[in-house]
């Protein structure tokens, strides 16, 4: 049975919801088939000097715990499938931010056989970072342009 | 419950895990705590490089061919470069090699580095993890002087290098170096006395070294079994011949010994990026290379910072190679786990896997096995064609 609010509440509580999921995004990372360089920029970005975590952004290892999804390298086939379940699995509201040339285009693995093609082509993608592979700092741009943009009133 | 005795119990993990950061699939059959069988899926990431090599120029798939790896980038470079400069009779300049040689020992520190910290991880040892990855920053900040980028350095052209070591940056590399050997043998000394690691590092995975070459183990893993194999020693290419390196070997076969190994190779690379820096030799960066690569073949082998790296480029004379070939040395390596992890216990298997320093996006390939007289060539279409119906 869903119990109805008065209006005002529902209002006080969805802005409580915003705000904590813009304080401590949880994300989650996915490598659909990259060549590695951009999944050790992001493991950087956890590291001392970059710390993302001092932003209360945490990566975490479930699906299931993520609010954004962060997916470097173009799509293969094998992964494609394994993407999409991972995003299944997320609890809404969900984002996803692509990381790296690949992952916004292909990159150099443009065209072959065994490409799908960018992240979104698959995914609908709410924050591009370009670069070959970004910097940690790109990286951690893109993440913080995303929250901002949940600010604004839906 | 299903209580029958015989039946064997399936622990999967993966692709998607925590604790690697690419995709691979692992299945072990468990007995209580102990591992009774592993099989590996690899392939998630194979995107179909050796096929798109042959519809690309040379100096388009040195660019792709850095991309098989973003670890060790320019290994895969020079070893490509190497072999193309052979096909075409061209002799690369001795500064180009020596800069060659400066940048695959930098990658060769990022790669040792970066791996000490994520197997401390997977050890649960976080503070290891951090102190090297801050201590890393310091390498990829030389990466990013010298080469403008932090990941994919593209030091090479084919017929030599693209950016010199000026005076400046010269100072800025050994100051550096100092500041990171000082901190290597902190590690070293944690790596050596801690007790909780040592407690979960000696005498845990042990490869025999005849199991090391029966298994086909390449690199750091088998020389932590005491197996002498060493390109940049065995058959020294660009610089090596002229800046030695020394083997690291190790006889006791153990996780333990990996660690040992690979923090000696720092040392070892620290003293070899001084030594070309005092003796630098002078003269140009490249030489000049034709478009058109004269018909031939050709083999190169390079020692990546994971193990023995092979290239086999066949040219046709045209701009474009008709065959790439790639060998990476993790792929050798996988052998290993799977019969090593037998009769551990499943809490040490992250660390058994990290131990071997696996990389995915090498080694994920489809290989057909050609069987007399029928030709399996493949072509393009036939390879989109079957991408599509394995997957469907
Ligand atoms: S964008 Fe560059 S670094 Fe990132 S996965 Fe693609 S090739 Fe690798």
Not at chain 1, 118 to 132: M, T
Not at chain 2, 123 to 130: K, N, P, Q, S
Not at chain 2, 190 to 207: C, Y
């Amino acid at each position: 049975m869903e119990t109805k609010l008065a209006s005002p509440w529902v209002k006080v509580i969805e802005g409580l919801k915003a705000w904590a999921r813009i304080n401590s995004p949880w994300v989650i990372h996915y490598n659909s088939g990259s060549c590695n360089g951009c999944d050790i920029e992001i493991l950087a970005t956890l590291t001392p000097r970059y710390d993302l975590e001092r932003l209360g952004i945490k990566i975490q290892g479930s699906p299931r715990h993520a609010d954004v999804l962060i997916c470097t390298g173009p799509v293969t086939r094998q992964s494609r499938e394994r993407l999409l379940r991972i995003y299944e699995q997320m609890p809404e509201p969900k984002f996803v931010v692509a990381v790296g040339s690949c992952g916004l285009s292909g990159g150099v693995f443009h065209g072959s056989y065994n490409i799908v093609g960018s992240i979104d082509e698959v995914l609908p993608v709410s924050a591009y970072v370009p670069g070959c592979p970004p910097r940690p700092e790109a990286i951690i741009h893109g993440v913080v342009a995303l929250l901002e943009s949940l600010k604004q009133p839906a | 419950m299903d209580l029958e005795p015989n039946k064997k119990f399936v622990v999967p993990i993966g692709p998607q895990h925590p604790a690697l950061k690419e995709p691979g699939h692992f299945e072990f059959a468990v007995d209580g705590e102990i591992v009774t069988g592993a099989t590996v899926r690899l392939g998630f990431v194979h995107r179909g490089i050796e096929k798109s090599a042959e519809s690309r120029t040379y100096v388009q798939n040195l660019y792709l061919m850095e991309r098989v790896c973003g670890i060790c980038s320019h290994v895969h470079g020079t070893a490509f470069t190497i072999g193309v400069e052979h096909l075409a009779g061209v002799t690369v300049p001795p500064r180009a090699n020596a800069i060659r040689v400066l940048v695959a020992e930098l990658e060769r520190i990022h790669s040792h580095m970066l791996w000490l910290g994520v197997a401390a991880h997977e050890g649960g040892f976080d503070t290891l993890f951090m102190y090297s990855w801050r201590d890393r920053e310091k390498v990829m900040d030389i990466l990013e002087e010298i080469s403008g980028n932090r990941v994919h350095y593209s030091a090479n052209v084919i017929g030599g290098v693209k950016f010199d070591i000026s005076e400046e940056q010269r100072g800025k590399i050994l100051s550096s170096l100092d500041f990171l050997e000082e901190r290597t043998r902190h590690y070293l000394k944690v790596v050596n006395e801690d007790e909780t690691f040592l407690g979960r590092t000696v005498g845990v995975g042990i490869m025999t070294r005849e199991q090391a070459e029966s298994l086909g183990a390449v690199g750091p893993t088998a020389r932590a079994s005491g197996v002498e194999r060493d390109i940049r020693v065995d058959a020294p290419y660009a610089g090596y011949e002229q800046f030695p390196v020394r083997m690291i070997t190790d006889t006791r076969g153990d996780l333990h010994a990996r660690f040992v190994v690979r923090i000696e190779e720092l040392f070892e690379a620290y003293r070899v990026i001084r030594e070309i820096l005092d003796h630098m030799p002078e003269g140009e960066l490249t030489a000049r290379v034709p478009r058109r690569i004269p018909a031939g073949e050709t083999i190169s082998r390079v020692e990546a910072p994971r193990g023995e790296l092979l290239y086999y480029i066949k040219s046709n004379g045209t701009d474009m190679p008709e065959r790439v070939k790639v060998r990476t040395p993790s792929l050798c390596n996988w052998g290993s786990i799977t019969s090593v992890a037998v009769g551990h216990k499943l809490a040490d298997m992250p660390m058994l896997l990290v131990g071997i320093d696996p990389c995915f996006s090498c080694n994920d390939r489809t290989i057909t096995i050609k069987s007399a007289g029928v030709d399996l060539g493949w072509t393009w279409e036939d390879l989109r064609q079957h991408g599509i119906e394995a997957y469907r």
